[in-house]
């Protein structure tokens, strides 16, 4: 079989941004639980942008990777990263500082976006090539977010649902063991893989229409 240096090297990037994002999400979370009162994520180091510290082995690298070169599926932005870890009964308001941690690591991705879309409509005239990158920035970053919200347990969106539906902690756990399986369906399933398609899509036309506002003769350079 041929290896394809391109598909490589592209394959090698989108793995890259990922990890970059996914380092950044968690983050996200540690930050939030710290400004919040917490000082578990800071014991255990989780307040920091090093990647590494947030790394996964089975979700940040095994995962994307089979995905990227194995399945070569569309939806790159699939991965997780190591949990951060916090005490709720360190907030003053158990509930809501759970929640508030919770919708901090998809805040993170989409500013990460929206920053990359501003800095990108302003410099891509002079750098064409980065039009790519600021792309692959916007729709990992906005994919992610999306993905992590979907309410499956433990995604984030699982725990938004949980504090919604009043979910028993037991339930919301023994459904978390099987997340797994409800990921590959959703992913795999003609239908659900185009819900979420179509959900990261409308979420990342606000981007393009700020790239036209700011710069319409950026925007073919990075939506092509």
Known sequence: MDIDPVFIRNGLIIFIVLVASIGLHE???AVAADLLGDDTPRA???VTLNPLAHLDTVGTVLVPLINL???RSGFAFIGW???VMINTANFRNRRGGE???TLAGPAVNLLVALVAIVVGALTVGAFPRLGEL???LVVMNVGFAVFNLLPIPPL???TVLRHAVGMREETYYSLARWSGILLLVVVNVGVTHSLVGYAVGAACVPYASLCAWINPHA???IFP
């Open 27 to 29: 983050w996200g979370h």
């Open 44 to 46: 255990d180091g989780r």
């Open 69 to 71: 070169f194995v399945f």
């Open 81 to 83: 990263g190591k949990p």
């Open 99 to 101: 929640l508030l941690v």
């Open 134 to 136: 600021v792309r692959g």
């Open 156 to 158: 984030d969106g699982g």
């Open 219 to 221: 925007f073919p350079l």
